[in-house]
């Protein structure tokens, strides 16, 4: 008798899971830093890319990345950076007398132009992990419902995907414009779907978000799992691997059948 596994719905987030944003988070930092401090071209920025890219997980929001850029050109340490961010980049501000909020804006101007002015170029610094695609195809023909879940703006979800030949309903991609917590939406979907919370499975990188729905008296069923393969560090594995209720889960595995998730 073969036991299907498999999840009544499937809840995935979008970068760290299903895509691999980095070139783009980069480009958008350096014209923004560019922006904010005159004195580099963005050709030298170039320099700071590897270690840029490394130092991603550290990140919790957009406006935080040319500050992130800004600590490598002031020759600040990775370790330094790896374990002390969120104070490192307040003193950033400080140091240069600066507002959060005129960041955040700039940011999306500089994200909106080009999106507006090169809509292709921006779709191409874009790069879907191995396999994904041709999983979320095979999802989308089988019962389970499939939702993404993200902190981006879903029309531009729905574009990537579509130049990746999936199609998906614009109503299963809630993003940015939704403006509402992950673990509320994951709530609608169960109270949507007259489904039980256990029948809800959700991939994010980010640990924060997965424990924010632990969180959730009622949501306390509801299948978590940390794609190890996204913007997250060791030490977020560990403490993944030791929270009851979390499961760590590998591009192998979830690329494989559902019951290999839980093992
Ligand atoms: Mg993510």
């Known amino acids: ?15 760290g899971v299903i895509c691999n944003g980095l070139l783009e988070y980069f480009q958008t930092a350096k014209s923004t830093y560019i922006q904010v401090w005159t004195e580099h071209a963005s050709d030298f920025l170039d320099n700071f890319a590897d270690s840029f890219y490394r130092l991603r997980p550290v990140i919790k ?8 850029l800004r600590a490598l050109v002031l020759g600040l340490e990775e370790d330094k950076i790896q374990y002390d961010w969120s104070n ?5 501000l400080e140091l240069d007398n600066l507002n959060k909020q005129n960041i955040i804006i700039k ?8 999106i507006y002015s090169d809509l292709e170029g921006w779709l191409k610094l874009h790069r879907f992990y191995p396999g994904v695609i041709k999983t979320i195809s095979k999802i989308i023909k089988s019962s389970t419902l499939l939702y993404i879940i993200t902190t981006k703006e879903g029309r531009f979800v729905q574009q990537l995907l579509e130049k990746q030949g999936v199609e998906l309903p614009k109503n299963s991609i809630l993003g940015k414009e939704i403006k509402q917590p992950k673990y509320e939406t994951l709530r609608q979907l169960i109270q949507y779907h007259n489904q039980i919370p256990n029948q809800l499975w959700f991939v994010e990188d980010l ?4 424990y924010q729905v632990q969180q959730q008296p009622d949501l306390k069923e509801v299948k978590l799992f940390l794609a190890n393969w996204g913007f997250n560090t060791p030490e977020n594995h560990n403490l993944a691997q030791n929270s009851y209720g979390i499961n760590l889960l590998s591009l192998g595995q979830f690329n494989d059948n559902y019951s290999s998730w839980l093992s």
């Open 61 to 68: 929001t957009g406006w935080e990345m040319p500050i992130l």
């Open 1 to 15: 008798m073969v036991i299907s596994t498999a999840p009544q719905i499937l809840a995935l987030d979008f970068d």
């Open 207 to 210: 640990l924060k978000t997965l």
């Open 107 to 114: 940011l999306d101007e500089v994200r909106d132009d080009y």
């Open 88 to 92: 490192l980049c307040k003193r950033i």
